[in-house]
């Protein structure tokens, strides 16, 4: 694993879940090119089982700002403990939004392209958020600047970077990485890394 990765120590055994190894660094992990997205024209849709409505930067803004501490786990094998973030805690987001009730999973799109599928539920955890800052500073755009999800619980490819959307759905539809084989759900304590659909 050399320089880069390493096995976590006992200490951390049950910080880290199995098969994955620590990271020094936080690595930038895209499928395809970094999006340009400013604050300024970033613009959040929401879309299906719920009102319509499209947020601008300001709007979510206003919203309560959250510091997070979290761990991140990619498929990949590397994890990252306790990264810092700040941002909008999704049930302070999804306060915002009026669902019709037989929303029960949720698209999240991005710029560029990128979606992941994700139970309301999975998703709407109060660990789970929307970042604009990462370490104190505004989150750079390969992080997914200038805004992203993160869903600690679930594997990073969940956590969707240059957000740009999110549609509800009564029943599950597959995102980018879950039609390419990833799993569906993603838990990485009980390693689901890939679909046998
Ligand atoms: N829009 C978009 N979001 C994405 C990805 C991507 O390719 N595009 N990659 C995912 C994967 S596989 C991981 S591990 C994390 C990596 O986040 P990082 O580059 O900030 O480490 O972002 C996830 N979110
Ligand atoms: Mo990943």
Known sequence: MGKYFHKP???????????????????????????????????????????????????????????????FHCVTTWSKLDVTWQGIAIPDLMAQITLD????????????????NLTLEDFSRPQNFLAHTLDGKPLPPAHGGPMRVVVPHLYAWKSAKWISGLEFLADPELGFWERNGYHHQGDPWAEERYSDR
């Open 9 to 71: 120590g006992p200490e951390l055994r049950d910080r880290v879940p199995p098969g994955q190894h620590l990271a020094s660094g936080f690595p930038v992990l895209t499928y395809g090119q970094t999006p340009a997205v400013y604050p300024e024209d970033w613009t959040l849709t929401i879309s299906g089982l719920a009102e319509s409505q499209v947020f601008r930067w300001d709007q979510v803004m206003a919203l309560p700002q959250t510091d997070f501490t979290a761990d």
């Open 101 to 116: 009730p037989r929303a029960a999973h949720v698209m999240v799109h991005c710029y560029g392209g990128y979606t992941t």
